[in-house]
């Protein structure tokens, strides 16, 4: 346990910043989700539209550090693939 008036004030702050990223994340996960849905259903116009939605958010999640640039980038480049694909 935190003894210092510092490492108090770390650990509450940590406790905080995980809820904030775990919300993050999970808007990241829908987001990815939404696009992946629209591909199953082999609908290219609402995968595009929802793909649209989904770039900005995976960079925005990258540049703050929720997740690594190249998972970033794996991700968008899977994802335009699979988009590209439908017929």
């Known amino acids: 346990m935190a003894n210092t008036p510092q490492a108090k004030k770390r650990a509450k702050q940590a406790v905080k910043r995980r809820a904030h990223n775990g919300s993050m994340r999970s808007m990241l996960r829908t987001y990815v989700k939404k696009v992946i849905l629209a591909i199953?259903?082999?609908?290219?116009?609402?995968?595009?539209?929802?793909?649209k939605a989904a770039v900005p958010v995976i960079d925005r999640m990258a540049s703050k550090g929720l997740i690594h640039k190249n998972k970033a980038a794996?991700?968008?480049?899977?994802?335009?693939?699979?988009v590209k694909a439908i017929a």
Do not use: S
Request: proline fraction near 0%.
């Open 74 to 82: 794996r991700h968008k480049g899977r994802l335009y693939t699979r």
């Open 40 to 51: 199953n259903a082999k609908d290219k116009g609402a995968a595009e539209l929802a793909l």
